[in-house]
């Protein structure tokens, strides 16, 4: 069984910065990749970040430049830090792993979702 959490999401002013945490437990035996997408209301989810091990990482046009994602591989987390934050930002930030469990299987597991709300 394996668990994202995530944490840090509210309420901030439209250029005002957020840091987003995410962390994986369970029966890990390694996290192939972590990554960050979202789904604003009325919205389909849509990528926002991806951070495959050993890999390029990669942003969506719309928050390159404003978002850094990381990894601590040693904590099996990652985290989001959001600056220059636009009202079109606003939206429930979900963590995503690829990851192969203890026993060989592989799967995508998501976190519960964190609000995100960019207002003045």
């Known amino acids: 069984q394996v668990q994202l959490v995530e944490s840090g999401g509210g309420l901030v002013q439209p250029g005002g910065s957020l840091r987003l945490s995410c962390a994986a437990s369970?029966?890990?035996?390694?996290?192939?990749?972590m990554g960050w997408h979202r789904q604003a209301p009325g919205k389909q989810r849509e990528y926002v970040a991806v951070?495959?091990?050993?890999?390029?990482?990669a942003y969506a046009d719309s928050v390159s430049g404003r978002f850094t994602v990381s990894r601590d591989n040693a904590k099996n987390t990652t985290s989001l830090e959001m600056n220059s934050l636009k009202p079109e930002d606003t939206a429930v930030y979900y963590c995503?792993?690829?990851?192969?469990?203890?026993?060989?299987?592989?799967?995508?597991?998501w976190g519960q979702g964190t609000q995100v709300t960019v207002s003045t």
């Open positions: 995503y792993a690829v990851i192969r469990v203890v026993g060989g299987m592989v799967g995508t597991y």
């Open positions: 369970g029966s890990i035996f390694s996290i192939i990749v």
């Open positions: 951070m495959p091990s050993g890999g390029r990482i």
